[in-house]
């Protein structure tokens, strides 16, 4: 069997799986929404009849293939022992976000047919807790508008891969709880605050006042020379991997101010040393700071996911 690449959709109810497909299926892939595990052997078979025309798969699989979440180990091993490439993308959203979605567009959860949705949310993270735990990809969709969504998913499959390391350095407070994207997270609460300084407090972290008091601590100094060593420690590793986007998680109390200098200065450390595809984006803030290299034309991140 020819090489094959199988995308494996997958995550909570509404967390925006469909968006996702769509995405897939615009960008060339082939994409089969709730395809009955068994039928899985045919649908490889047929895809190496047609010598080649298939050779990019998305499959949405949830909890209406039980069946593949209690073997889907072995059925995934199995498949990368014939030459298929497969790669799992689990999606995910805070439980606040996902009922409000449910409220708008007035569903049923399907775990939770006559009880609280809430119910569902619960059983259906335990029920899905293990795939999560194996999957390649993990997106909190919580914050993101549908056009951002779809934005990240062209970003990760459909840029053709090289040895560009695709980065966000995102900022966040702790009061709202981690970005479930993250894959470093460093929390600053440890650095002077300027939220006490009364002409700084109600400015943000991009302020060149607010900016130039962090950075101008003792504290924060050797915190920055130790940050820039580890990432350009790590980072040619993570390369070296194959991993292609990754996302660096800087918090702290509120989000709006240490977090988002200190942020906004590791991007431009990682800028100066040669990594050309550095996002910057302000969750508590809801901005977002695309790098040259990425569209610019992005929605603010605060106008929610209703539409997933």
Known sequence: MTNKKIIVITGMSGSGKSTVAHTLEDGGYFCVDNLPVDLLPKLLELAESTGGELMRMALVIDLRQRKFFQRYSAILSSLEETGVTMEVLFLDARDEVLVRRYSETRRQHPLAPHGSVLDGIAREREELKEIKERADWVLDTSDMTVHQLRDDIKKIFETVRTDVLKIVVNSFGFGKGLPLESDLVFDVRFLPNPYFVETLKVLDGRDSDVAEWVLSKDTTREFIRKLQDLLLFLLPLYLR????????????????????????????????????????RHRELGVCTPSPTIAADQPNRTQGLSGL
């Open 241 to 280: 991997e194959g991993k292609q986007y990754l996302t660096i998680s800087i918090g702290c109390t509120g989000g709006r101010h240490r977090s988002v200098t200190i942020a906004e200065e590791a991007a431009r450390l990682l800028r100066e040393y040669g990594y050309t595809s550095v996002e910057v």
